[in-house]
């Protein structure tokens, strides 16, 4: 786990100590020293040439080897000011940042098909359920347009998740602060944080309640994506069969030759269920933890890191997924579907005139008796109806919560501290 973390540790150690040499508390050729020796190994990093090896005990301490290799004894003057504490949560916070704008670019991207698959098939009506029962004159428009706003609305927990983390608790030291004259909102500016974590002993305290919210995010999009893939599954038993899929995304069977099954978004649903868990299981190895900090903090990777992969791999495969889909067209021909016509039939009543109640009586002593007819989609004219989606504004909203995600690259960090 700490592999992830190799170029955001020595992007902090840099900004670390960069403000060592600004507060004075090495020399200014000492702090030179330390960056320039800091950027060889960034550089090396990028490269894949440095790897946390059993010879290690940690990052950290792999970090500060092979930067005295580099630049001499100086390199044990790296760690004034500072404890591994304040260290990993740092290198924590700008790695979770970073994986979150990554993470919500792919949801971006899932939402903005999704809503072009809307746009392209608004007009081809369905029926739509309560109770599981035929109730409304729906569309795959609005069925579809339904999950690109509530992904929009994951990408919304995503930022707010960005938000928490973008906040720097370098040089809060073991937790308690330090009698050191340091400059915490200089480091903190270099590493691109939005602001620093004013309590020295609320940086440790934070643990587990940070990321238990990135999780909490990440069960957000999940959730759609669950939501979303058991729909396809059951559109497409023979009881609906509203949808179908390209035959190179189902599997068969070992005995039953017909089947068609669609086991990709099976396995996406249970991928996404299982991310459920996430926060409770944060929430249960961080709950009652005493201040301060604990080693119990270090399993927090074990479980947050991986769920980051786990989720962008399936949201690639759900995109992919989605071009093998094929909506049905004249599903409401269909006789057993002609009541879901009704209320339309009592709003053409109320048109007239006559009260909704009047209507409403009037049209379900027909129900079973008449043929209603469809009514029109110029006749859906309200924000968010099968004939006025406004997918447009869904989108537009999207971008302003992207606009607002910060994440910058490890690369990004490195040209603001060496410029």
Known sequence: MDDRLVLFDILGSMAHAKMLGH?????????????????????????????????????HSLVEAELEKISGVVARKLHTGRSRNDQVLTD????????LKILAKETETLLNRIAELSEENKKILMPGFTHMQPAMVSSFGLWLGAYAESLCDDLQALANA??????????????????????????????????????????????????????????????????????VILFMSPGYAFVSMNDELTTGSSIMPQKKNPDLFEIARARCNRLQALPNEIGMMTAGLPLGYNRDFQVLKEVLFPA??????????????????????????????????????????????????????????????????????????????????????VKSRTGSIMAGISGPSPSEIFRKITK
């Open 308 to 393: 980051f992969d786990y989720l962008m791999e399936t949201i690639s495969i759900v995109k992919m997924a989605l071009d093998g889909l094929v909506f049905r067209k004249n599903i409401l021909d269909d006789e057993k579907y002609n009541s879901i016509f009704s209320a339309e039939e009592a709003n053409s009543m109320v048109k007239r005139g006559i009260p909704f109640r009047d209507a409403y009586k009037e049209v379900a002593k027909n129900i079973g008796k008449v043929r209603f007819k469809a009514r029109s989609l110029d006749e859906y004219t309200h924000t968010g109806s099968i004939g006025n989606l406004c997918n447009d504004k």
């Open 92 to 99: 924590i916070h700008l790695y979770l940042r970073y994986e």
């Open 162 to 231: 960005s938000v928490f983390v973008s906040s720097s608790p370098l040089g809060s030291a073991a937790g308690y602060g330090t009698s050191l004259p340091i400059d915490r909102e200089f480091s903190a500016g270099l590493l691109c944080f939005d602001r620093v974590m004013i309590n020295a002993a609320y940086a440790q305290l934070s643990r587990g309640k940070m990321e238990r919210a990135v999780a909490q995010a990440l069960s957000s999009v999940a959730f759609t994506i669950s939501r979303f893939s058991n729909d």
């Open 23 to 59: 507060c004075g508390l090495v020399t200014t050729d000492e702090a030179k020293a330390l960056v320039d020796g800091l950027a060889l190994l960034f550089q090396k990093a990028e490269a894949g040439q440095v790897t946390v090896t059993d010879e290690y005990e940690d990052i």
